[in-house]
């Protein structure tokens, strides 16, 4: 999952220390993991990780993204001419 989502042109937006943030919640995920041993723990922790890390990690991304600068609104020209 850690590769699609470093694959998405929203991650690659965002700044280096950003990405490694993202990255740093993922090996955590992992490392969690890989502590547990129950068969039914790990199951359901990889449920978990399907429905909600994916969508939360996308979220934060999309949080994170710098926007652009809103194009400038051109302003209407005025009708008459000159006043003055």
Same mark, same amino acid.
């Given at each position: 999952?850690?590769?699609?989502?470093?694959?998405?042109?929203?991650?690659?937006?965002?700044?280096?220390?950003?990405?490694?943030?993202?990255?740093?919640?993922?090996?955590?995920?992992?490392?969690?993991?890989?502590?547990?041993?129950?068969?039914?723990?790990?199951?359901?922790?990889? @449920?978990?990780?399907?429905?909600?890390?994916?969508?939360? @990690?996308?979220?934060?991304?999309?949080?994170? @993204?710098?926007?652009?600068?809103?194009?400038?609104?051109?302003?209407?020209?005025?009708?008459?001419?000159?006043?003055?």
């Amino acid at each position: 999952m850690a590769e699609k989502i470093t694959q998405t042109s929203e991650f690659g937006a965002l700044p280096s220390d950003q990405q490694a943030r993202i990255r740093e919640g993922f090996a955590t995920q992992k490392s969690g993991l890989a502590a547990q041993s129950l068969i039914p723990a790990l199951r359901n922790r990889a @449920t978990e990780v399907r429905a909600n890390l994916l969508a939360d @990690t996308l979220t934060r991304i999309v949080a994170l @993204t710098p926007t652009p600068a809103p194009a400038p609104t051109p302003q209407p020209e005025p009708v008459g001419g000159e006043s003055g």
